[in-house]
Antibody, heavy 117, light 111 residues
Framework: EVQLVESGGGLVQPGGSLRLSCADSGFTFSSHWMHWVRQAPGKGLVWVARIKNDEISTSYADSVKGRFTISRDNAEKMVYLQMNSLRVDDTAVYYC??????????WGRGTLVTVSS | QSALTQPRSVSGSPGQSVTISCTGTSSDVGGYNYVSWYQQHPGRVPKLMIYDVSKRPSGVPDRFSGSKSGNTASLTISGLQAEDEADYYCFSYTGNYIDWVFGGGTKLTVL
């Protein structure tokens, strides 16, 4: 069974930085694209970023482009989200997600990021 | 980059059927058969209910079905049950450099 476990969330001031991590267990990590999805309090799901299994090809939502960087280490079965220049509207639960196709059948439990002064 | 359009809320009585629509463009919903649907109960992690427009993962009741016509995908829940009350999100591959998009979500109320 796949298990994705996020860590690294917390309280940060506007303009600050935070690095989220996601550890995988239970499946062939290097075969799958990995994504981050976020959900602001009381709001809907928003796709944030994606990295292909080649550790190189990435894409980002417009709202985070230039501020967030997704990366992965296939040997360590880890995916990361480096978040810089954080804004109040980045406050959300961040989910690490993946799937066996063009969908997400595996979700982590999420990690809360709060951006506030 | 615009979210897919879903009704904010739908409702139905136990035993009835409801359909939730998800409207996009020819660049996302209409361009690919990669629409999926997620159910989220309050405080819980989203759960995959439908993938590739109309396929059901193992364990999802056959009361849940998906379809697509043009740029609009639909999730139909038949034989509504109290536990179906939740938020539902559609999701589509877009194929461009920003290659994924969610719908805004629909709150289903079982009356």
């Amino acid at each position: 069974e796949v298990q994705l476990v996020e860590s690294g969330g917390g309280l940060v001031q506007p303009g600050g930085s935070l690095r989220l991590s996601c550890a995988d267990s239970g499946f062939t990590f290097s075969s799958h694209w990995m994504h981050w999805v976020r959900q602001a309090p009381g709001k809907g799901l928003v796709w944030v970023a994606r990295i292909k299994n080649d550790e190189i090809s990435t894409s980002y939502a417009d709202s985070v482009k230039g501020r967030f960087t997704i990366s992965r280490d296939n040997a360590e079965k880890m995916v990361y989200l480096q978040m810089n220049s954080l804004r109040v509207d980045d406050t959300a639960v961040y989910y690490c997600v993946t799937g066996t196709g063009y969908y997400y059948n595996y979700w982590g439990r999420g990690t809360l990021v709060t951006v506030s002064s | 980059q615009s979210a897919l359009t879903q009704p904010r809320s739908v409702s139905g009585s136990p035993g009835q059927s409801v359909t939730i629509s998800c409207t996009g463009t020819s660049s996302d919903v209409g361009g690919y058969n990669y629409v999926s649907w997620y159910q989220q109960h309050p405080g819980r992690v989203p759960k995959l209910m439908i993938y590739d427009v109309s396929k059901r993962p193992s364990g999802v009741p056959d009361r849940f079905s998906g379809s697509k016509s043009g740029n609009t995908a639909s999730l139909t829940i038949s034989g509504l049950q109290a536990e179906d009350e939740a938020d539902y999100y559609c999701f589509s591959y877009t194929g461009n450099y920003i290659d994924w998009v969610f719908g805004g979500g629909t709150k289903l109320t079982v009356l």
